[in-house]
Structure formats: C-alpha cells, structure tokens
C-alpha cells in the first residue's frame, strides 16, 4: 500500500530532517515508527500526507509510493483521495465547532446518507464522542479531543491510516483505552495502521514491524519480535535490563547503533 524509497527532506532549503528513509506498510499491515524528539517522525508524517510545503519543507530526493503510484510531489488533496489520511500531531480539529459539526466537516463530499452512517461507525467506537456530541471540540478533554481527530479520520474511511503522536499529553489509561481502540478498528476494518509514537510501550503492542528513526535515518527495522529481542532498542525506549547507570549505557547504545 505505501513504499518509501530512500526519502529525503529539508526545510527552508538547508535544514536536513529525513536522510534516506526508506519504509514499506503492506495492506492490512500495521507498522509503528519510533523515535525520540527530533528524530524525523513528523516531517516523515508531513511528507507521506503531501504536506511539507504548508511547513516550509519539501522532499529534495527520494520517492513515495502509495498503491502503486508515485505521490511523491503530489499536494495533500490527491494524496487523500489515492486513500490515505493522516492524523496530525497536536489534535488538530475545529474547536468553535461541535462534535457532529467536525465530523460533518470531514465528510463534506459524502452524500447525506453515507455521511450519517459513518458518523454513527464512529460513535459505535467512540461512545464518549456520542455523549458529547453536541459539545464545541474546545470544551472537551485531551483524550475526547484525540477520539475526535480520529474520528474524523474515520469518516474518510482511509486505506491507510497515518497516526502521529495519539499518546502524546494523555494520562497511561487513557492511551490505554485508545490503543485498545485503533487496534480493534485495525483488525475489523483492515486498514493499513502506520503509527508515529514516542510511546513505544503501547506501540510496539499493535504494530507487527517496528522502525526506528534517529537524526532523520532509520537506525532499525524488523519484526515487533526482533525489535523486543534487540537489546538497543528495548534499553533505549523500553529502559529494559538497563541497571544502575540506565543514562550512560543509553548514550553508549545511541552511538553504537547508529
């Protein structure tokens, strides 16, 4: 469903964020992308979703395939409709506007009667949102606002489904919870899942494949398997068997494996 080839990116000319990235999420497949801040995930999210030049960015070599076809230089909109969509990091949603209204929003283009079917699938997996469904986007939590973006999402019902930081400022069970969700949508809707996360923990659980970005370049690839055999990456993001001196041997790993 999406292959990327040797990607690379730079912002306002200079600035070199992914250095040959290659990847490759295959139907139905979920895959997560770790890697701490800094690391490249974002603009990767950007680049996939034909977003980088709202950014001051653009890719400069490389290719990006989706279904086949070359979307490299392609803008946000024809990205979307070759079907994929991407969940921007931050929870970006319309805040003046209700819960229904967001959804509404995403699914312009639908006929009235899609629409509310979809919208109703996204209730069914979100029950919060349908308690609060005539709530502005503002007033509700982090975690509601996150079921939301997702939601949203899901009205498009994309191939691929492009996540960027779900976890990031939710409390543990509340990510929990989310996680739970895109797993089973994952797995009943079958979907293509690429997860952008920091929170390995709860990635590495729904993902089959892991990568690893470090300084804009993939530092790992492998089964989830290999990834929880390899002491690397279990002692830098999971602090696995790291003992007493856990900064110091994180240091020594970070520059070995790369």
């Known amino acids: 469903m999406l292959k990327v080839e040797n990607l690379k990116a730079l912002y306002r000319g200079v600035i070199l964020a992914l250095d040959g990235v290659s990847l490759e999420l295959a139907r ?141 400022g939710l409390a543990p069970l509340l990510v929990e919870e989310l996680f739970e969700v895109l797993a089973r949508m994952h797995r009943e809707k079958g979907m293509a899942l690429l997860l952008v996360e920091q929170n390995a923990r709860a990635a590495m659980k729904l993902a089959h494949r892991v990568y690893v970005l470090e300084h804009g370049r993939v530092v790992f690839e492998g089964e989830r398997e290999a990834a929880e055999r390899d002491a690397d990456v279990m002692e830098f993001y999971l602090g696995a068997g790291a003992g007493g001196f856990l900064g110091a041997k994180r240091y020594r790993r970070r520059k070995r494996w790369i």
């Open 28 to 168: 139905g497949e979920a895959v997560a992308v770790l890697g701490p801040n800094g690391a490249g995930k974002s603009t990767l999210v950007r680049a996939l979703a034909g977003l980088l030049p709202s950014y001051e960015g653009r890719v400069s070599d490389g290719r990006i395939e989706l279904g086949g076809r070359d979307v490299t230089a392609a803008g946000a909109l024809a990205v979307h409709r070759q079907g994929l969509t991407a969940v921007l990091e931050g929870r970006p949603i319309f805040r003046y506007l209700t819960v229904r209204e967001n959804l509404r929003a995403a699914g312009h283009r639908l006929p009235a009667g899609e629409l509310a079917a979809r919208m109703d699938e996204v209730f069914h997996w979100f029950p919060r949102l349908a308690e609060r469904s005539h709530e502005q986007g503002g007033y509700l939590s982090g975690g509601e606002q996150q079921m939301l973006v997702l939601g949203m999402a899901l009205i498009t019902d994309p191939k691929v489904l492009v996540v960027d930081e779900p976890s990031l």
